[in-house]
């Protein structure tokens, strides 16, 4: 009854070393970096673009991207401008340290400022699964419904920033904001939030200058 416990925390121990030596190797050299979860066509990709789109001539920006099967995401990054690296998980359904570790000795470091990881889509457990990275961020979306907070708590309480992609919907979606926003609050009280849109651009502004503080502090910090 009581083998698998601590089988369980074993595992995750050793991830978490793991992810403090990534941090340590993104530290030394400058890099922000952010690992990007969510669930499947809230947006990852398609935030991950235009942020290297408006950053392409100021920083050098590296992708690496986790998915079951399949290159598309980090072609998509490449077209874009970044430095891309798949990782295909074999069908895990999250990332772990080990395949940053891996991910992280293909590339130069000292050549990147900025280093997105696009966890595998799924809000069960990627949260679970520290990587190393600086920040901890979640996209949800309006399509996905307000219910997401109450559904997967997990998920919201594990990032340290919130976007909401997709605002350009809400005419046509039943989405209580207030509800959605109150349900944040109770797992993760005052996580900095971008509603935004990746269609329209609107609210795209205050999360560029947020990404843009985070490399700023870890080029001269
Ligand atoms: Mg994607
Ligand atoms: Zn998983």
């Not at 990007?36 to 947006?43: E, R």
């Not at 590339?107 to 997105?116: P, Q």
Request: overall charge negative; glycine content about 8%.
């Amino acid at each position: 009854m009581s083998v698998r416990i601590p089988v369980i925390e074993n595992i995750l121990n050793a991830n978490d070393r793991l992810a403090h030596e990534n941090r340590q190797k993104l530290d030394m050299a400058g890099i922000f970096s952010i690992n990007l979860m969510a669930s499947p066509g809230a947006g990852k990709t398609s935030l991950i673009e235009l942020t290297l789109r408006h950053f392409a001539e100021h920083y050098r920006i590296a992708v690496i991207d986790g998915d079951i099967a399949s290159s598309i995401d980090a072609d998509r990054a490449a077209a874009a401008g970044a430095i891309a690296v798949q990782v295909n998980t074999g069908g895990e359904c999250h990332m772990d340290a080990v395949m940053l570790q891996n991910a992280l000795e293909t590339l130069d470091l000292a050549e990147i400022d900025l280093l997105i990881v696009e966890n595998v889509g799924n809000l069960i457990c990627p949260a679970s699964f520290q990587l190393g990275t600086h920040r901890s961020v979640l996209i949800a979306s309006i399509p996905e419904g307000d219910d997401k907070p109450y559904k997967y708590p997990p998920m919201y309480r594990g990032v340290e920033a919130l976007v909401l992609n997709k605002i350009d919907l809400l005419p046509y979606i039943k989405f209580d904001l207030d509800y959605f926003r109150r349900g944040v609050e109770a797992l993760n009280p005052g996580l900095v939030t971008f509603p935004l849109s990746c269609t329209t651009q609107d609210g795209l502004d205050a999360w560029l200058e947020w990404v843009r503080g985070g490399v700023e502090l870890a080029r001269h910090g």
